[in-house]
């Protein structure tokens, strides 16, 4: 059974740091992008990162790029988003998601896995 597994949410004050892990099981690992999506109540899904299988290249929504960092863990089937100077905007269910080979990727329709978001929650 293909799983992507998202933890470590919470809450944090505003301007505070916060990383959110997503491990991968039920297929392979290294031939899929992985792509971070949010949604806040309310609102439509943000595609807000993704990172290359190669781990060569990133891309990122304007709204997170200059405080949110995205890695990968090859030996542990684990990708990162590692989230700083957190803002009270920033609150939304976070999901990972994976994309087919060779596609890095910050939209919905291009992935072909995605599970369970974790609920990050900043305070103003």
């Known amino acids: 059974e293909v799983q992507l597994q998202a933890s470590g949410g919470g809450l944090v004050q505003a301007g505070g740091s916060l990383s959110v892990s997503c491990a991968a099981s039920?297929?392979?690992?290294?031939?899929?992008?992985i792509g971070w999506f949010r949604q806040a109540p309310g609102k439509e899904r943000e595609g807000i990162s993704c990172?290359?299988?190669?781990?060569?290249?990133?891309d990122y929504a304007d709204s997170v790029k200059a405080r949110f960092t995205t890695s990968r863990d090859s030996a542990k089937n684990i990708a990162y988003l590692q989230m700083n100077s957190l803002k009270s905007e920033d609150t939304a269910v976070y999901y990972c998601?994976?994309?087919?080979?060779?596609?890095?990727?910050?939209?919905?329709?291009?992935?072909?896995?995605w599970g369970q978001g974790t609920q990050v929650t900043v305070s103003s």
């Open positions: 998601a994976a994309a087919a080979r060779g596609v890095c990727s910050r939209v919905w329709s291009d992935h072909r896995y």
């Open positions: 039920g297929f392979t690992f290294d031939d899929y992008a």
């Open positions: 990172i290359r299988r190669t781990s060569t290249g990133t």
